[in-house]
C-alpha cells in the first residue's frame, strides 16, 4: 500500500501555499476536521455540517458492510446471478465505477464487471437491458431516494425482468438513505436486500459507504482491502502538520485560486487509478462551486492533453500520479488513501474558500425546469419534440439557443455551425471556459469525447467535457454556482428507437430532452447571484443532431474551423 502524497512541484506555487499550510496548521484544522466539527466553516454552514461528517470514520464505521456483503454476493452467485448493474446518478455512481474499473485493471474508458447506468439516454438504457438478464442484479442507489433517472431505470428494470418470468423483487438490491421512499418500496416490495447508509454523509463524500461497497463488493471487489488503505491514510490526515498530504493540496489548490487560477486540471500521469478524475470531478465541482467562487476541475485525456502542460495562469495542473508533464502539483497514494486525501482536501479547501463544502444549493434549479418542461408537455410527448425553430440548420445538425433574443445576442446571425461555435467561443471571457454538455449515450457515442482536446487546442481555452444529464449531478452545480465565466456548448441527438417509462407519462427520450432543454434555460437565465439585467452572461449554445454520427463528423470539423 501506498500512503497519498502530494509534492507542490512549482516552486511559485509552494511559496504561496506555504502560509495556507501554516494557517491550517495553526487553526488544528484537520484534527478538528477528522474529529468531525461543524464550526470549522463558519456559523452559517454549521447546521449542515453538523449532519455531513461522518465520512472521516467510514473505515471503521463501514467495516460490518464487509462480511454481510460477501454473503449476498455469495447468495447471488448460489442462484447463478453474477451480472451487477446499477442504477444510481452522481455519488451514488462515481465512485463504484472508479473501484470497479480500478480493481479489474482495466484500462482507462475500457471493460470491467459493473454497468453503470447514469443516464436516461434511451440506446444507453436498451443496452444495459440487452445484457443477460438471467444473471442480473440491479443495484438501486439513490440516497434521497428520489432521484428522477434513477427511479426511470428502475421501473424498466422491474418491468423487464417481469416480462422475462423473472420475479423482479428478487433481483433488487436498493442502497437508500433511512426513511426514503425508495427504501419503503424495497420493503414493501420485498426486494433481494435493503442496505440502509449513513445518513451523515452526503452523497459525493459517500466513497466509503455502503453507496460505494454495495455495488462494489457484488462484483467481487475485496472492499475490506479498501477500507484498509484509507485506514493507512487517515492518521496522517488527521494531523496538524506542514506534511499532511491534504492539508498540502488545500493550500495549493486555495493559493492557485487566489491567485487567478480557479481552475485545476487533472490529468492521470500513471496512478494505477482508472477513471478517478471523474469522481473527484463531482467533489470539488459540487463542494466549492458556489456564491460566485470556487474551483472549477477540468478532467483532460492525460499529461500531452491540451489544457494540462499548457495550462495559463487561470488554471493548475494537478497530476494524480506521479509528477508529469508540466503538472505544479502531483498526488499519488492508494485508491481508498486517495478517496480520504481529496474528501479531506476539499473540505478544507472549502474553509479557505470560506464556502460551505457541504450543500449544493444550485443543483435543484435544473430539476425543477424538468419538471416544469415535462408537465407543460402534459400527457407526455411535447417536451422533446416541440422545441423552439432552430436559428440555423447546417447538414444534420439544427443549431439553437436557450434564453431570450436580447440574451442571445452574442450569436449575431451565423451562416453556418462553425461560425456559430466561433461565436460562442468569442463570447467566452478572457481565462473563462467552454463546457461541452452530451445529452448521448456515453458508451456508443463515446467518441463525442474527443470535441473536448479539439476545441481545448483550437481555442487555447480551458474546456470540460460532461455526459448528460450524468453531469447535472457533479459540474452542473459549479456552471451555475461558481466563477461566471463559463458558456456552453450542448449537444442533443436523434433517439432512433425511444423506450418508455412504465407508469409514467414521459419516455426516456423525452425525459432527456426535457433536461437538456430544462438546464440550457436556467444557464441563460440571468439568476443565481448575478445582477438582475445582466443579459449577456452564460451563452448557450444547442446543437441538435439529426443523425448522431453524421452529426459528430460535422460538429468536430465545424470545432477545427474555429480560432481564438
Ligand atoms: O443519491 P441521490 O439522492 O439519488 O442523488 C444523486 C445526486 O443528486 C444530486 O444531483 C446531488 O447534487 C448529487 O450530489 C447527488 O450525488
Not at 220 to 238: I, S, T
Not at 261 to 287: M, P, Y
Not at 319 to 345: D, K, M, N, Y
Not at 472 to 488: C, D, E, M, R, W
Request: glycine residues 12%.
Amino acid at each position: 500500500m501506498t500512503t497519498p502524497r502530494v509534492e507542490i512541484t512549482d516552486e511559485g506555487l509552494a511559496e504561496a501555499a506555504a502560509s495556507l499550510v501554516e494557517k491550517l496548521v495553526g487553526d488544528a484544522a484537520a484534527s478538528k476536521l477528522a474529529g468531525q466539527d461543524p464550526t470549522l466553516w463558519g456559523p452559517d454552514a454549521e447546521p449542515e455540517a453538523s449532519k455531513r461528517l461522518s465520512w472521516t470514520l467510514l473505515h471503521n464505521t463501514s467495516r460490518p458492510l464487509v462480511a454481510e456483503l460477501d454473503a449476498l454476493r455469495r447468495e447471488l452467485h448460489e442462484d447463478g446471478v453474477d451480472r451487477v448493474v446499477l442504477a444510481g446518478m452522481g455519488g451514488s455512481s462515481l465512485a463504484p465505477e472508479v473501484i470497479c474499473a480500478t480493481r479489474s485493471g482495466a484500462e482507462i474508458g475500457g471493460a470491467y464487471p459493473l454497468v453503470v447506468l447514469d443516464t436516461t439516454d434511451p440506446g444507453q438504457v436498451s443496452d444495459a437491458l440487452a445484457g443477460d438478464l438471467s444473471r442480473t442484479v440491479l443495484v438501486v442507489s439513490s440516497k434521497s431516494g428520489g432521484t428522477v433517472e434513477t427511479d426511470s431505470q428502475r421501473r424498466i428494470f422491474a418491468q423487464v425482468f417481469e416480462a422475462n418470468g423473472i420475479d423482479a423483487a428478487s433481483r433488487m438490491v436498493a442502497v437508500t438513505d433511512p426513511g426514503t421512499s425508495l427504501g419503503d418500496l424495497a420493503r414493501d416490495q420485498g426486494f433481494r436486500r435493503l442496505v440502509e447508509a449513513d445518513p451523515g454523509v452526503g452523497g459525493r463524500y459517500s466513497a466509503l459507504t455502503a453507496f460505494g461497497l454495495v455495488p462494489s463488493a457484488l462484483t467481487g471487489v475485496d472492499v475490506g482491502a479498501l477500507l484498509d488503505e484509507a485506514a493507512e491514510a487517515a492518521p496522517a490526515l488527521a494531523r496538524d502538520a506542514a506534511d499532511n498530504p491534504a492539508v498540502v493540496l488545500a493550500a495549493a489548490m486555495a493559493a492557485a485560486h487566489a491567485a487567478g487560477a480557479e481552475k485545476v486540471v487533472l490529468a492521470d500521469t500513471g496512478s494505477g487509478l482508472v477513471g478517478f478524475g471523474n469522481w473527484a470531478e463531482q467533489l470539488i465541482a459540487e463542494s466549492t462551486g458556489k456564491q460566485g467562487t470556487g474551483l472549477l476541475p477540468v478532467v483532460v485525456e492525460g499529461p500531452e492533453a491540451p489544457g494540462f502542460a499548457d495550462a495559463g495562469p487561470d488554471a493548475t495542473p494537478i497530476a494524480i500520479g506521479p509528477a508529469a508533464g508540466g503538472a505544479r502539483v502531483s498526488v499519488t497514494g492508494s485508491l481508498g488513501g486517495q478517496f480520504l486525501l481529496w474528501e479531506t482536501a476539499v473540505a478544507l479547501a472549502g474553509r479557505l474558500l470560506g464556502i460551505n463544502p457541504f450543500d449544493q444549493p444550485d443543483v435543484e434549479s435544473a430539476k425543477q425546469a424538468t419538471r416544469d418542461l415535462l408537465a407543460a408537455a402534459g400527457s407526455g410527448d411535447g417536451a422533446g419534440t416541440h422545441d423552439d425553430a432552430p436559428v440555423l440548420t447546417d447538414g444534420p445538425v439544427e443549431v439553437r439557443v436557450a434564453g431570450s433574443a436580447e440574451q442571445a445576442g452574442w450569436l449575431g446571425s451565423p451562416a453556418t455551425l462553425a461560425a456559430a461555435i466561433q461565436a460562442l467561443v468569442d463570447a467566452t471571457p478572457e481565462a473563462g471556459y467552454v463546457a461541452i454538455q452530451a445529452y448521448l449515450d456515453r458508451l456508443d457515442d463515446a467518441s463525442f469525447a474527443t470535441l473536448r482536446p479539439e476545441l481545448a487546442k483550437a481555442t487555447g481555452l480551458q474546456v470540460t467535457f460532461g455526459w448528460g444529464p450524468r453531469f447535472l449531478h457533479s459540474t452542473g452545480q459549479y456552471h451555475k454556482g461558481g466563477h461566471q465565466n463559463g458558456t456552453f456548448l450542448q449537444v442533443t441527438g436523434s433517439v432512433a428507437d425511444d423506450l418508455a417509462i412504465p407508469g409514467q407519462p414521459f419516455s426516456f427520450g423525452t425525459l432527456e430532452h426535457a433536461q437538456a432543454r430544462g438546464d440550457a434555460g436556467v444557464l441563460a437565465a440571468p439568476k443565481n447571484g448575478r445582477p438582475q439585467g445582466d443579459v449577456t452572461a452564460r451563452p448557450v449554445l444547442r446543437l441538435h443532431l439529426a443523425d448522431r454520427a453524421a452529426g459528430l463528423v460535422a460538429v468536430a470539423n465545424a470545432v477545427r474551423e474555429v480560432s481564438r
